[in-house]
């Protein structure tokens, strides 16, 4: 079993930035893929930003250029920084991590983004 904890959500202007953090616990770690996905009230869940094992990375369209995912070097965490928010970007906020074949989510984190 793996446990991911979330943190760093929280309120902030357009044109802030925020960090979302994302960090795995278990007792076998062996995480090939990570990422963080996004969802608003009525809408699916959907693709923000994901790592693999061999460090590339894939964004959404919308947050090209403003978000970068990245991970430490034992690749236990994985972190979201957004720079240049914008209202658009209010949601819940879920990590996920492929850790031996099995996906595993955090519980999420809102983020929310004022005009």
């Known amino acids: 079993q793996v446990q991911l904890a979330e943190s760093g959500g929280g309120l902030v202007q357009a044109g802030g930035s925020l960090r979302l953090s994302c960090a795995a616990s278990?007792?076998?770690?062996?995480?090939?893929?990570m990422g963080w996905y996004r969802q608003v009230p009525g809408n699916e869940r959907e693709m923000v930003a994901t790592?693999?094992?061999?460090?590339?990375?894939n964004y959404a369209d919308s947050v090209k250029g403003r978000f970068t995912v990245s991970t430490n070097k034992i690749r236990n965490t994985v972190y979201l920084q957004m720079n240049n928010l914008k209202p658009e970007d209010t949601a819940v906020y879920y990590c996920?991590?492929?850790?031996?074949?099995?996906?595993?989510w955090g519980q999420g984190t809102q983020v929310t983004v004022s005009s």
């Open positions: 996920t991590m492929k850790n031996l074949g099995a996906d595993y």
């Open positions: 278990g007792r076998r770690l062996s995480i090939t893929r």
């Open positions: 790592l693999s094992i061999d460090r590339s990375s």
